[in-house]
């Protein structure tokens, strides 16, 4: 373990440094300092399932400024998503990222962009399904992404795909109708009032700067780039027990460094944050099983709704925000 990494177990529990001086082996401190992390969390969650009688009724519409429920699974319109973009997996594997681009697909559906007059922007979007999809129902999509030679992205963004995006592609598509493009999620490199439709999935939190000052950034150029009447929809990283996070989002920062900045582009809707008791017991290690999630077993996954994580002492999920441009 770093000396970084060692530090901010410290700073979390400072209760652990009568350890340091007892010269206590930095295993028994790393223990002790899990199940310190593990007890507030699910200590936590003990108390919001008490005090929280939150319940979903899947035969009515999805809202779609809202966090993943697992009960989301059985609802029409995140079904018939799924099965449009084949992610509506038949061994009933349930992940976040599958329900993110289910819900990006029917708040455009729902807002009318779903045409062959719109265009789409999608910013950081990999090799996601969603501009193939949408290249089959609007008249023409731009990914784009940095696709750079970087090992920690290279299966979510690998560096041929700009030019061979048919090897990456879920299933046939129309080529005239996508293009994809290197560029940054901070300067897109597009006139403004340009599009119909911008989209990111869990991608603006990781563009960096003080105070989430990159997703700042990514959101204010979507803001240019989109027409009058146009959507925004975004996914990103939001954690519930509002713990601080250089990326991740909470209760607070959500408005205070991005919504609130943002000038021309308003909430379609509120955002609802509350979960229901069955999301709360999904709750998973982001570090044993997200990670390694492709190469966890069959029966594992299909117990074990990937939904809510815990980071140490952080508790996240997917929060969808779609907004219209004024």
Not at 23 to 51: G, H, P, T, Y
Not at 52 to 79: G, M, R
Not at 221 to 236: M, N, Q, S
Request: aromatic fraction near 10%.
């Amino acid at each position: 373990m770093s000396l970084k990494a060692k530090i901010y177990d410290l700073r979390r529990h400072p209760t652990l440094l009568k350890y340091i001086i007892v010269r206590a082996k930095w295993e028994k401190i790393e223990d002790k300092c899990k199940r310190m992390d593990d007890k507030e969390v699910f200590d936590f969650i003990s108390e919001l399932k008490q005090n929280s009688n939150y319940h979903l009724n899947p035969n009515e519409n999805k809202k779609l400024n809202t966090l993943c429920n697992v009960e989301d699974w059985k609802n029409p319109e995140i079904i018939n998503a799924l099965s449009e973009l084949q992610k509506l997996d038949p061994r009933g594997y349930i992940h976040r990222k599958d329900w993110e681009w289910a819900l990006g697909i029917i708040a455009m559906n729902r807002l009318g962009k779903l045409n062959k007059h719109s265009t789409a922007i999608g910013v950081g979007s990999g090799t996601e399904p969603i501009p193939f999809y949408l290249s089959n129902m609007i008249r023409h999509v731009y990914a784009t992404d940095l696709y750079i030679e970087n090992e920690d992205w290279k299966r979510a963004a690998p560096s041929d795909f700009p030019e061979n995006p048919k090897k990456y592609a879920p299933f046939p598509y129309k080529e005239e109708a996508l293009t994809i493009s290197r560029m940054s999620g901070t300067n897109l490199e597009f006139p403004s009032d340009s599009f119909d439709i911008a989209f990111s999935f869990s991608s603006i939190e990781h563009f960096g700067g003080k105070n989430h000052s990159g997703a700042l950034k990514s959101l204010k150029e979507i803001e240019r780039v989109l027409k009058p009447g146009g959507i925004a929809v975004i996914a990103t990283e939001y954690i519930i027990n509002n713990k601080s996070h250089p990326e991740f989002f909470n209760d607070t920062t959500i408005y205070s460094d991005l919504i609130d900045n943002l000038r021309k582009l308003k909430r379609v809707e509120p955002i609802d944050t509350n979960l229901t008791a069955k999301t709360l017991d999904t709750v998973l290690d982001f570090f044993s099983i997200d990670v390694n999630w492709d190469n966890m077993e069959d029966d594992f996954k299909k117990n074990h709704p990937l939904i809510l994580l815990k980071v140490r002492n952080i508790l996240f999920t997917s929060l969808m925000l779609v907004f219209q441009k004024s």
